[in-house]
């Protein structure tokens, strides 16, 4: 007889134990290592087959810069490819973004619409589209997006990847390296510990280190960025494209909220509306959830979201609650703008529209 899905309770204890057994180096860590260093040997092949030209390395005609992480889950990818997309439109650039589309129920190539769904394009891309406003396209085969955007948006001259560091596939400018404060964890690479790669011992001249965190948490030298939350709105506000409300976010000081939290790391949102004086009773849910069922009691008062969760529920839902949408702003250090700006490949100039030739006499 064929079981169901695990009840949460049972996925939430698994995803906590994951996550205690990559934080030291304890028994089961330990006993893990064998297979970790059959991932090391497969992910260091892997990299010299493409730094030997055996697997290809496809180059776009603008340039790339890929934003991605070490370590499994979030560490604040997505806010850092909204602020890099900002960062490049203020210095006259038209920037477009790839992205793999997590969680999505297909792998082929396609554009973020205004009246495209999670499910087709996934949760983060989605977002993406609403709070950078440039063109999105998501597909397994970052390339095949790349060039796609390319066609149907002729005047985009820099693409962002998101996530992708490890999609080699995709030739790359350069590189921004993404930690929170967990740093690298316990230094072991998948599944001994939460690292896809191991840390490299320098960078390499297209390579740069942002800090999602109040310090560095990695020897590595780079630069720090700093997460505020700008307010909140409604959810058919925000839906409507309305801006977070501080005043909003101030009446919700004192009263309790259920903050519900479709996220790898939850616990970081719900210290941050804590911060701001919210009473929260915190409902942590798995990375990517669907929202297909609301999964607060119908008798919740308000609810507050991430923006990332936000986008896969419809306003027009009958839902009873207050929802309420955080928004979450992150800034990089100007420091970080200026190294960024000077790895960046210059814009070509416009072919010239003199005839070739001698001059006349």
């Known amino acids: 007889m064929a079981s169901g899905p695990a009840p949460e309770g049972t996925r939430r204890h698994a995803r906590a134990s994951v996550q205690q057994l990559w934080a030291g180096r304890g028994t089961a860590s330990t006993a893990l290592l064998p297979l970790s260093w059959a991932f090391r040997g497969i992910v260091g092949l892997r990299r010299r087959l493409f ?35 900002a960062l490049l439109r203020r210095h006259g650039r038209t920037p477009g973004i790839v992205s793999r589309g997590y969680g999505r129920e297909e792998s082929t190539v396609r554009e973020v619409g205004a009246g495209s769904e999670a499910r087709e394009v996934g949760d983060e891309p989605l977002l993406l589209s609403r709070r950078a406003g440039v063109p999105v396209f998501v597909g397994s085969d970052r390339v095949a997006a790349g060039h796609a955007l390319l066609q149907a948006h002729p005047s985009v001259d820099v693409i962002v990847s998101d996530d992708g560091l490890q999609h080699l596939a995709l030739g790359r400018d350069i590189e921004v390296l993404v930690f929170d404060d967990r740093g690298t964890g316990n230094d072991r690479l998948l599944p001994a510990g939460p690292l896809r790669e191991p840390l490299p011992r320098q960078l390499q001249a297209n390579q740069i280190v942002l800090y999602s965190a109040g310090a560095a948490s990695t020897p590595l030298p780079g630069f720090l960025g700093r997460r ?113 700006l000077a790895l960046l490949p210059p814009l070509a100039p416009p072919p010239s529209s003199e005839p070739h030739g001698n001059p006349p006499a």
Not at 285 to 304: E, K, N, S, Y
């Open 51 to 85: 730094r030997q030209g055996v697997l290809a390395s496809h180059s776009l005609p603008v340039p790339v810069i890929v934003v991605g992480n070490l370590l499994v889950g979030g560490a604040g990818k997505t806010p850092t490819v909204i602020a890099l997309v």
């Open 228 to 340: 505020t939350l700008a307010g909140v709105a409604s959810l058919a506000d925000w839906w409507r494209g309305e801006p977070p409300s501080p005043a909003a976010l101030e009446a919700l000081r004192g009263r309790t909220v259920v903050a519900a939290a479709g996220l790898a790391r939850p616990a970081g949102f719900f210290a941050m509306l804590r911060e701001h004086g919210l009473e929260v009773v915190e409902l942590p849910l798995p990375d990517h959830h669907d929202f297909r069922a609301l999964p607060w009691p119908v008798t919740t008062g308000d609810v507050v979201l991430s923006e990332k969760d936000a986008v896969k529920i419809d306003p027009a839902r009958r839902i009873g609650s207050r929802i309420w949408v955080a928004t979450l702003d992150f800034e990089p250090e100007p420091a970080f703008d200026q190294a960024l």
